[in-house]
């Protein structure tokens, strides 16, 4: 279980988010500029509200009332951002063993290199840059980046966002098998209805900063609990 | 045109004296840039003034400084000497401190510039996927402002090479120990009949020159094409 709160004034919007979330694929769907990047960047450690709390399953990753803010890199939560943000000046097999490396101590799990390799056809593309790559491929590594660094949660923020329809097949049936076989608890950030349709198991909706969710036995969350 | 072995000497000198001088400050340079570039506390302008102060200031005064911080009584040489038996005054050590600081400033630059450039979002993805910031800094920041750093060094390398004023005022114009290849043609310059020694060793630090501007072109070539 996931505990997400968030309060912070952003001055267009003020994020007012307060979640309970179960394992498996949540989908957080807004319209852009809702406060969905920001709420992810929360989540990933890479910005402090000024009142927050998120914690997995016992584990306490931020607390502002109680001045805990644990760095991103300690997390093991995976980010695949907007802008993919692949290393430039490393190749695509180097990219996808960056986070493997530093998280090896905590084992693979069920995910190996070339098991994930396959399962997102990124054999071709091993020894390129990414500057050499298509949107949809460089997606597709950046997926695979996230995941091998061994995450217990998954961020995808618009994994699908910015890509035409034909590059959107070439991602799609990639993350159906991964939300099929991984089993790992996602939260998937988007703006559009269908992408997420038949595939989330918990829909969130946000809008202008505020977010709600029920707990499992549909009574509200305190705040703090 | 005939060189002696004596000009080949000088053109040798000058090369150890600025391509030590350059070397040895590229981590000082480094650390300096990386925190005029990311931080943020007081006295952060004054600090970036006195990086850039030899830039600015008559050499004479950067080597006046040098010589009474650095020299055998002075308070930073007498404490190097006792210590680690480092001696800068009159040797060609002090030469490549005179030419490290006075290419410092470019150094830091150009660095400091680089690391601006670096895109901070691809740092929080290195922290998401497990790196520590130091790791981070070593994997990403660095790797991704070398060619600052490089063209930092190129830029440094050619101050020190042409270095005059702040070194003949440190460490004095000793041959074979800090008569470079500047104070050399300089010396020449003021002996009677000197003029074809003078054109010899004008002719050779042309040739120096170019052959560096020709390396780092080459260099930064190779740089881009890794991309």
């Not at chain 1, 406060?35 to 997995?56: E, Y």
């Not at chain 2, 480094?30 to 943020?40: D, M, Q, T």
């Not at chain 2, 660095?142 to 042409?162: C, R």
Request: aromatic share 8%; with cysteine.
């Amino acid at each position: 279980m996931i505990r997400i709160v968030v309060r912070h004034d952003l001055g267009r919007i003020r994020l007012d988010v307060d979640l309970t979330l179960p394992a498996g694929m949540t989908a957080l769907l807004g319209p852009s500029g809702a406060g969905k990047t920001r709420t992810l960047d929360v989540i990933g450690g890479l910005f402090t509200p000024s009142t927050g709390l998120v914690a997995i399953d016992d584990d306490v990753l931020t607390d502002t009332a109680r001045g805990i803010a644990v760095p991103p890199h300690r997390r093991r939560i995976g980010y695949v951002f907007q802008d993919s943000r692949l290393f430039p000046h490393l190749t695509v097999r180097q990219n996808l063993e960056y986070g493997r490396w530093f998280t090896r101590r905590h084992g693979s799990g069920s995910i190996t290199f070339d098991g994930l390799v396959s399962l997102l056809a990124l054999e071709p593309l091993l020894g390129r840059h990414p500057a050499r790559l298509s949107g949809g491929e460089q997606r597709r590594v950046a997926l695979g980046r996230a995941l091998l660094s061994s995450p217990r949660l998954l961020l995808l923020d618009e994994p699908l966002g910015s890509l035409d329809a034909g590059k959107r097949q070439e991602v799609l049936p990639y993350l159906d098998t991964l939300i099929a076989e991984l089993r790992l608890p996602m939260i998937y950030v988007t703006h559009d209805w269908q992408e997420i349709e038949g595939r989330a198991s918990a829909i969130v909706r946000i809008d202008e900063g505020h977010a709600r969710s029920t707990a499992p036995d549909g009574s509200n969350v305190p705040f703090g609990s | 045109m005939e060189w002696s072995a004596a000009d080949l000497a000088i053109v040798g000198l000058s090369l150890k004296v600025a391509c030590v001088g350059t070397l040895a400050s590229v981590p000082f340079a480094i650390v300096i840039a990386f925190v005029l570039a990311r931080g943020r506390f007081w006295g952060r302008g004054v600090l970036n003034a006195i990086v850039h102060l030899p830039l600015v200031m008559p050499p004479v005064v950067t080597g006046y400084l040098l010589l009474r911080l650095f020299g055998r009584r002075g308070p930073i040489g007498a404490m190097l000497e006792q210590l680690f038996g480092i001696v800068f005054a009159f040797r060609w050590t002090g030469a490549a401190l005179a030419a490290a600081v006075m290419g410092f400033p470019l150094m830091v630059r150009a660095i400091r510039l680089a690391i601006e450039q670096v895109d901070r979002r691809l740092e929080d993805a290195a922290a998401s996927l497990g790196a520590s910031p130091w790791w981070t800094i070593a994997t990403v920041t660095l790797p991704l402002a070398l060619p600052g750093v490089l063209s930092g060094l190129m830029l440094a390398f050619a101050k020190a090479l042409g270095e005059f004023g702040a070194t003949v005022t440190f460490v004095s114009n000793i041959p074979g120990e800090t008569r470079t290849l500047a104070l050399a043609i300089y010396t020449y310059t003021q002996t009677p009949d000197g003029d074809a020694h003078v054109w010899r060793l004008a002719t050779l630090s042309i040739i120096v020159s170019f052959a560096a501007l020709l390396a780092s072109e080459a260099l930064a070539k190779r740089l881009e094409r890794r991309r």
